[in-house]
C-alpha cells in the first residue's frame, strides 16, 4: 500500500479529532479550553486536506462537515478570547481551563 501525504493528514485528523474527544470524556481537556479547540481545528484541517487532495472523488458531505466543525472550532477560540479579554478589563481572569 502506498500512502500519500495526503493520507497522512487524514489519519492525523483522525487521531487528533479522536483523541480530543476521549480527553474530553476523561475529563482531561475542557470543552472551551484552548488546546480542546486547536486540536479540533487542526484535525478538521488535516481531513479537508486529506479529502480535497486525495484520488477519490470528493465526499461532499464530509467534506461539508469537516469544514463546519473547523469553522465551529476558530469560532470556540474566538469567544474564549473575547471572555478573556473582556475579563481581563474588568480585573478577573478565567480559570485555567479557558
Not at 465526499?59 to 469560532?75: Q, Y
Given at each position: 500500500?502506498?500512502?500519500?501525504?495526503?493520507d497522512w493528514a487524514g489519519y492525523l485528523g483522525v487521531f487528533?479529532?479522536?483523541?480530543?474527544?476521549?480527553?474530553?470524556?476523561?475529563?482531561?481537556?475542557s470543552g472551551v479550553g484552548l488546546v480542546y479547540q486547536i486540536?479540533?481545528?487542526?484535525?478538521?484541517?488535516?481531513?479537508?486536506?486529506?479529502?480535497?487532495?486525495?484520488?477519490?472523488?470528493?465526499?461532499?458531505?464530509?467534506?461539508?462537515?469537516?469544514?463546519?466543525?473547523?469553522?465551529?472550532?476558530?469560532?470556540?477560540?474566538?469567544?474564549?478570547?473575547r471572555r478573556r479579554r473582556a475579563l481581563r478589563r474588568d480585573?478577573?481572569?478565567?480559570?485555567?481551563?479557558?
Amino acid at each position: 500500500m502506498n500512502l500519500f501525504w495526503y493520507d497522512w493528514a487524514g489519519y492525523l485528523g483522525v487521531f487528533l479529532l479522536l483523541l480530543a474527544f476521549l480527553l474530553l470524556q476523561a475529563h482531561k481537556l475542557s470543552g472551551v479550553g484552548l488546546v480542546y479547540q486547536i486540536m479540533n481545528i487542526v484535525g478538521a484541517l488535516a481531513l479537508l486536506l486529506s479529502l480535497g487532495f486525495g484520488l477519490a472523488p470528493i465526499a461532499w458531505p464530509i467534506f461539508s462537515f469537516e469544514l463546519a466543525w473547523l469553522l465551529i472550532g476558530v469560532f470556540g477560540v474566538v469567544q474564549t478570547q473575547r471572555r478573556r479579554r473582556a475579563l481581563r478589563r474588568d480585573g478577573m481572569t478565567l480559570p485555567p481551563s479557558m
